[in-house]
């Protein structure tokens, strides 16, 4: 395959870590885990875990460490997330996360977020609610890209088109995003279910 793809359309980068998050019970209080998958071009090569409060404020920094204390952290070349919360509404602060690692950052969505649902949640039922909201804000709107929708830190719409090309291999998400998804339902459930 690494071979087969046209080359004027292979992105820059192609080292990565995508981030996904466990399944858990409505009920859970407490950690949930996080799940990245690295991988060099479309070959897997290593997995980080962590964990992040459910509904905290930790995601940001949760990644910053895992992957700023990795083995995998001088090769890693962009950061991959799926969707702008993790553990709930953990809402991750990508410009945060941008500026520690020196790192673009690229959220993937398979379907536009709800906004206005997501803004009352916050604002009437998540601790912190109105910070979160405002780091959403800040980041702007996802925007349509190929088969998904995608925000974007540091990175251009060219180098993210060509990004989301390279890595959907197996569906609409980006192959990175696609394996943490079902490894991260896996360790909640015992097992991989549904679609990303």
Sequence with gaps: MKDSFNKSMRPKRVNC???DDAPFEKEHKGRVSIVG????????????????????TDAASQIIELVGHSRFHEH?????????????????????????????ILIVS??????PAIKNALLTKIPDGKKKWEIIQNLGEMEPCCRC????????RMETEKIIN??????????????????????GRGMSKGRV
């Design 17 to 19: 870590i995508g981030f």
């Design 37 to 56: 998958t690295v991988y060099a071009a479309h070959r897997l090569d290593g997995v980080l875990i962590g964990h992040v409060q459910k509904d905290g």
């Design 149 to 156: 929708y995608v925000q974007r830190v540091g990175l251009d």
């Design 166 to 187: 390279f890595f959907c291999i197996n569906g609409n998400i980006p192959e990175p995003l696609r394996t943490a998804h079902l490894i991260a339902g896996a360790l």
């Design 76 to 104: 890693c070349n962009l950061i991959m997330l799926q969707g702008i919360c993790l553990g709930g509404f953990n809402v991750i602060d990508a410009k945060k996360i941008y500026k520690a690692l020196k790192r673009p």
């Design 110 to 115: 398979r379907k536009e977020p709800n906004y």
